[in-house]
């Protein structure tokens, strides 16, 4: 397996002008907004690259996405997370509360960001002991099934021996152990049972379930609960091919310096992470009033300092949001960006607008991008033996009528395709396992007449999303 860069490493190799070319690769259109958050991730470069005592001067240039649902707000933050290998969160802004009401404060978005963190450091650094973590699997593996080990009944039989003497007389025999172990790689051995020891993590789940404490005090109770319980062993008996798995596991997790991945991941949060905001629309307005919305402002109000610039306590240490990009999205019907309270807008200077999809962006996504949804399908299908093909008129005749249900109901941008294509297969794909269909070619007269219905009949198109 080939090691992931680390994010400076990464982002060290791009300019901006690849940044788009990357991006291009999976969002059709939206040259400006990939403009904007190429420029921001160089600029992350840049400034590694300034003096040291300038960098903590120098703080990111937040953005706000401003466009309509489905026109690719949130995949241009996650492919450009996902370029340079960056920790990134998605999160609702609606799905927060002001502090005194009940449920999630702000805080938890960027306990979340540092919680991806620690998964990214921690998959990277096990893929780097990997190796060794093998090794150790395997010898201890051999050393189950060898003779004398304890295995001796279960291995009788494995070489062709006839009894457990003559096992005994061929253990000192070094041809005895090279077989073993060409058997063992060879995944000859894997139907047979071993008998071991594994580590066994503290019973403290569900200890705290009926305490009234949040999240993170639950987490942290959790952890400091399992540091003090010692881990105990106990004996199991799996199958060689299980056992592999396990042992490699348990191996892999004792090489481990928690301690370094904690550090390492905390700051790759603090200088790399991303925190996509979206439906930030749905906070905005700042009337009094009471109901659902009465904690709108008191929302933006919590976030401010956040985006500001803060200490944030998680289980993992302490994190400053200094420096962590944040992109905040938005439809906005029915607000608009000034709706926001004057100190956040500031915080968001840079604002673009994304453009509603054409008929014609609506046929570029679905053959251009490198993971569209006819090559998708085509895919999907091919592992039943279906050939499906696509021809010119019918992906002209899926783009315009995606584009028209679009513009007569809820316009709910390049979402409208997954639908639409889910109509228009949905035949080949029911029969495909029970029925030989060879090659498949869809063409536009299929397309109409999977879809006539649901274009004529205008109240049922408001159910098909």
């Known amino acids: 397996m080939e090691r992931t860069k680390p994010t400076e490493e990464r982002d060290e190799e791009l300019t901006p002008r690849q940044i788009v070319s990357e991006l291009d690769k999976y969002i059709v259109g939206q040259g400006a907004a990939k403009r904007v958050v190429a420029i921001a991730l160089r600029n992350r470069t840049r400034r590694r690259r300034v003096d040291p005592a300038m960098q903590e001067e120098i703080y990111p240039k937040n953005i706000i996405m401003i466009g309509p649902t489905g ?4 995949e241009i933050a996650r492919r450009l997370a996902r370029l340079v290998a960056a920790p990134f969160v998605k999160v609702e802004a ?5 502090v005194g009401y009940v449920g999630r404060d702000v805080e938890s978005m960027v306990r979340d960001l540092v919680e991806t963190s620690v998964s990214m450091v921690r998959e990277r650094m096990s893929a780097q002991v990997r190796p060794e973590a093998e090794r150790r699997a395997r010898a201890r593996l051999l050393e189950l099934l060898t003779p004398g080990s304890g295995g001796r009944r279960r291995f009788i039989g494995g070489f062709g021996l006839e009894s457990a003497a003559e096992v005994e007389q061929d253990e000192a025999r ?19 049972e071993v ?3 594994i580590s066994a993590k503290p019973g403290v789940e569900g200890m705290f379930g009926m305490i009234g404490v949040d999240e993170q005090m639950m987490g942290g109770l959790r952890d400091m609960m399992e540091k003090m319980v010692p881990q105990k062993r106990h004996r199991t008996r799996m199958k060689v091919a299980e056992a592999r798995r396990v042992l490699v596991d348990e191996a892999t997790e004792q090489m481990l310096d928690k301690d370094k991945i904690q550090r ?7 200088q790399y992470g991303i925190i996509f905001v979206d439906e930030i629309d749905k906070i905005a307005g700042r009337h009094a009033g009471v109901g659902p919305d009465v904690s709108r402002e008191g929302v933006q109000r919590d976030i401010l300092p956040i985006v500001e610039g803060s200490t944030v306590f998680t289980k993992y240490g302490q994190i400053r949001t200094d420096h962590i990009l944040f992109i905040a999205a938005g439809a906005f019907h029915t ?7 004057p100190e956040l807008q500031g915080r968001f200077p840079l604002r673009v607008e994304l453009d509603s999809l054409s008929t014609e962006d609506m046929r570029r996504i679905l053959v251009e991008p490198e993971n569209s949804l006819i090559k998708q399908y085509i895919a999907l299908l091919a592992t039943d033996g279906v050939d499906l093909g696509f021809g010119e008129e019918a992906i002209d005749e899926l783009a315009h009528a995606a584009s028209e249900i679009n513009r007569t109901t809820e316009n709910i941008g390049a979402r409208r395709l997954h639908a639409i294509l889910e109509r228009v297969i949905e035949p080949i794909s029911f029969d495909a396992p029970d029925v030989a269909q060879g090659e498949v070619t869809i063409d536009k007269a299929f397309v109409k007449d999977r879809l006539a219905e649901l274009m004529q009949n205008q109240d049922l198109s408001r159910f098909i999303l």
């Open 71 to 74: 026109v690719g707000k949130t």
């Open 94 to 98: 609606s799905k927060y509360t002001e």
């Open 174 to 192: 070094p041809e005895t152990a090279e077989q073993l172990e060409r058997l063992l790689d060879e995944g000859r051995l894997d139907e047979r």
């Open 195 to 197: 008998e071991f020891e």
């Open 264 to 270: 390492e991941a905390l700051e790759r949060a603090e």
């Open 335 to 341: 607000t608009k960006p000034s709706d926001l309270i």
